[in-house]
C-alpha cells in the first residue's frame, strides 16, 4: 500500500483503520481474490511460524501482488520445508554471525572510503548515488564474487525486477537477464574458483547437490536482497534521523555501541521498507483470533503496521532509539526470517555509527516535500537525498 503523501515515514491511515477494527479483515486483490489482512503483531508471528502456513508461491490461493509469468523467478524463499531448507542451508554459512562479526573491519573501510570521497567532492550531494547505494553494493559483490564494475547493469535490472507497475514480462526480462549474468559467473568460477559464496555454490554443482539453474537464481535473490533492501534503509534512515534531530544528536555523540544497536532494531521497526507484505497460504483450517481462515485462504501479513502495534510498541508512531524494539517484524519471523539479517544489521551499525559523526553538520539541502519517495516498488526508499554539510 502507498505511503500517504504528508506522512513519508508512516503506513498509510487505511491500514491503520484496518488494524485499529481487528487483527484479520477480508481485501481485495487485482485479481479478484480476498485473502486475509493480517494487521496485528501476535496474530502476524503465530500465523508466520505456524507449519499450516505456506509461502509456497504454487499452491492454490496464494495472495500474489502481481500475476506470475512462469516459475523462472520462483527461488526458495517462497518454497516450503523440506525443499526451502535444503536450498537455504547451501547459503547460509556466511551469513552465521561469527562470520558477518569478522567482515567488520573490511565494511568499516568502505564506509569511510566512500565518505572520504564524499568529503572530497562537491556539495551538495546525493546520498543515494554517493553512499546509500554503493555502500552495501560494494559488499554484497564482495560476499559474492561479482564485480562491482558490473553494477549499473544489475542495480538497473534489480530495480525492475521490485517496481511494483512493471509488467510480468518486463521483470521476467530484467530476471533472465541477472539470471544469464549469474549464470555465466558461476561457469567462469565452476573452472576457476575463488573465495566467494558463488565458488562454494560451484562445488555443490560439482557434487550433484544443486543445479546451475538453481546456483544461478540463488545468486540473482541474494545479489538484489544484498543492496537494495539496505540502500534503502540507509538514505530513509538519515532522511528520518535528519527530521528527528534529538535522535541523531543522541546518535551521533554516543560511543555506546548498545545505543547504536538499539537505533537501528528501533529505525527497522519505525520504517520498515518492505510494502508488499509477507505472503502466505493456509494448508488446514486455522482457527486464530475468533475467526477460521479455511485450507486454501491466502494471508498477508502487514509488517509495516505490525510494527506499529500499540499493544507492542507503545507510542509506536514515535521513533525513540532508545526503545527496545528487538522483537519488531522488520525480518519475518519463522522458518523465513531474513538470511542476511546479520549483514544488514552489521552493515547500518556501521553506517549510523559513522556517517554522523564523521560529517556531524549532514543537513537535508532541499525541502522535504521535494524529495522523490519510491512509492512505485515493493522496496520503499528515496529515489535522491541531496544532502550538504
Given at each position: 500500500?502507498?505511503?500517504?503523501?504528508?506522512?513519508?515515514?508512516?503506513?498509510?491511515?487505511?491500514?491503520?483503520?484496518?488494524?485499529?477494527?481487528?487483527?484479520?479483515?477480508?481485501?481485495?486483490?487485482?485479481?479478484?481474490?480476498?485473502?486475509?489482512?493480517?494487521?496485528?503483531?501476535?496474530?502476524?508471528?503465530?500465523?508466520?511460524?505456524?507449519?499450516?502456513?505456506?509461502?509456497?508461491?504454487?499452491?492454490p490461493?496464494?495472495?500474489?501482488?502481481?500475476?506470475?509469468?512462469?516459475?523462472?523467478?520462483?527461488?526458495?524463499?517462497?518454497?516450503?520445508?523440506?525443499?526451502?531448507?535444503?536450498?537455504?542451508?547451501?547459503?547460509?554459512?556466511?551469513?552465521?554471525?561469527?562470520?558477518?562479526?569478522?567482515?567488520?573491519?573490511?565494511?568499516?573501510?568502505?564506509?569511510?572510503?566512500?565518505?572520504?570521497?564524499?568529503?572530497?567532492?562537491?556539495?551538495?550531494?546525493?546520498?543515494?548515488?554517493?553512499?546509500?547505494?554503493p555502500?552495501?553494493?560494494?559488499?554484497?559483490?564482495?560476499?559474492l564474487?561479482?564485480?562491482?564494475?558490473?553494477?549499473?547493469?544489475?542495480?538497473?535490472?534489480?530495480?525492475?525486477?521490485?517496481?511494483?507497475?512493471?509488467?510480468?514480462?518486463?521483470?521476467?526480462?530484467?530476471?533472465?537477464?541477472?539470471?544469464?549474468?549469474?549464470?555465466?559467473?558461476?561457469?567462469?568460477?565452476?573452472?576457476?574458483?575463488?573465495?566467494?559464496?558463488?565458488?562454494?555454490?560451484?562445488?555443490?554443482?560439482?557434487?550433484?547437490?544443486?543445479?546451475?539453474?538453481?546456483?544461478?537464481?540463488?545468486?540473482?535473490?541474494?545479489?538484489?536482497?544484498?543492496?537494495?533492501?539496505?540502500?534503502?534503509?540507509?538514505?530513509?534512515?538519515?532522511?528520518?534521523?535528519?527530521?528527528?534531530?534529538?535522535?541523531?544528536?543522541?546518535?551521533?555523540?554516543?560511543?555506546?555501541?548498545?545505543?547504536?544497536?538499539?537505533?537501528?532494531?528501533?529505525?527497522?521497526?519505525?520504517?520498515?521498507?518492505?510494502?508488499?507484505?509477507?505472503?502466505?497460504?493456509?494448508?488446514?483450517?486455522?482457527?486464530?483470533?475468533?475467526?477460521?481462515?479455511?485450507?486454501?485462504?491466502?494471508?498477508?501479513?502487514?509488517?509495516?503496521?505490525?510494527?506499529?502495534?500499540?499493544d507492542?510498541?507503545p507510542?509506536?508512531?514515535?521513533?525513540?532509539?532508545?526503545?527496545?524494539?528487538?522483537?519488531?517484524?522488520?525480518?519475518?519471523?519463522?522458518?523465513?526470517?531474513?538470511?542476511?539479517?546479520?549483514?544488514?544489521?552489521?552493515?547500518?551499525?556501521?553506517?549510523?555509527?559513522?556517517?554522523?559523526?564523521?560529517?556531524?553538520?549532514?543537513?537535508?539541502?532541499?525541502?522535504l516535500?521535494?524529495?522523490?519517495?519510491?512509492?512505485?516498488?515493493?522496496?520503499?526508499?528515496v529515489?535522491?537525498?541531496?544532502?550538504?554539510?
Open positions: 500500500m502507498a505511503r500517504a503523501a504528508g506522512c513519508p515515514f508512516d503506513p498509510p491511515p487505511a491500514l491503520r483503520a484496518k488494524q485499529e477494527e481487528g487483527p484479520l479483515a477480508k481485501v481485495r486483490l487485482w485479481d479478484g481474490s480476498t485473502p486475509w489482512l493480517v494487521t496485528r503483531y501476535a496474530e502476524q508471528r503465530a500465523l508466520l511460524a505456524d507449519p499450516r502456513v505456506s509461502a509456497d508461491i504454487t499452491q490461493g496464494y495472495p500474489s501482488p502481481a500475476p506470475i509469468n512462469g516459475s523462472s523467478t520462483i527461488s526458495f524463499i517462497l518454497m516450503d520445508d523440506p525443499e526451502h531448507a535444503r536450498l537455504r542451508r547451501m547459503v547460509t554459512a556466511p551469513f552465521t554471525i561469527k562470520r558477518v562479526r569478522a567482515m567488520r573491519p573490511a565494511v568499516e573501510k568502505i564506509v569511510d572510503e566512500l565518505i572520504d570521497d564524499m568529503l572530497a567532492g562537491p556539495k551538495p550531494v546525493d546520498l543515494v548515488e554517493a553512499f546509500a547505494l555502500m552495501p553494493s560494494l559488499v554484497i559483490c564482495e560476499l564474487g561479482v564485480p562491482y564494475s558490473d553494477h549499473d547493469f544489475f542495480q538497473d535490472n534489480s530495480k525492475t525486477i521490485i517496481k511494483r507497475d512493471a509488467t510480468p514480462e518486463q521483470r521476467a526480462t530484467a530476471f533472465g537477464h541477472l539470471a544469464g549474468y549469474l549464470d555465466n559467473l558461476l561457469g567462469e568460477k565452476l573452472t576457476d574458483p575463488g573465495d566467494d559464496m558463488l565458488s562454494q555454490l560451484t562445488e555443490r554443482i560439482k557434487n550433484g547437490e544443486l543445479s546451475r539453474q538453481e546456483a544461478a537464481q540463488m545468486g540473482v535473490l541474494l545479489l538484489i536482497a544484498g543492496h537494495e533492501t539496505t540502500a534503502n534503509m540507509i538514505a530513509l534512515g538519515t532522511l528520518a534521523l535528519l527530521e528527528h534531530p534529538d535522535q541523531l544528536a543522541l546518535l551521533r555523540d554516543t560511543d555506546d555501541e548498545k545505543l547504536v544497536t538499539s537505533a537501528v532494531e528501533e529505525l527497522l521497526r519505525y520504517l520498515h521498507i518492505t510494502h508488499n507484505g509477507r505472503r502466505r497460504v493456509a494448508l488446514e483450517d486455522i482457527e486464530i483470533a475468533g475467526q477460521l481462515i479455511r485450507a486454501g485462504d491466502g494471508m498477508i501479513m502487514a509488517n509495516d503496521i505490525g510494527n506499529r502495534d500499540p507492542v510498541f507510542d509506536p508512531d514515535r521513533l525513540d532509539i532508545q526503545r527496545d524494539a528487538r522483537h519488531h517484524v522488520a525480518f519475518g519471523f519463522g522458518v523465513h526470517q531474513c538470511l542476511g539479517q546479520p549483514l544488514a544489521r552489521l552493515e547500518l551499525q556501521i553506517v549510523y555509527s559513522t556517517l554522523y559523526r564523521r560529517i556531524p553538520t549532514l543537513r537535508l539541502a532541499t525541502d516535500e521535494k524529495i522523490p519517495f519510491k512509492h512505485d516498488g515493493s522496496v520503499y526508499g529515489y535522491e537525498l541531496p544532502v550538504t554539510w
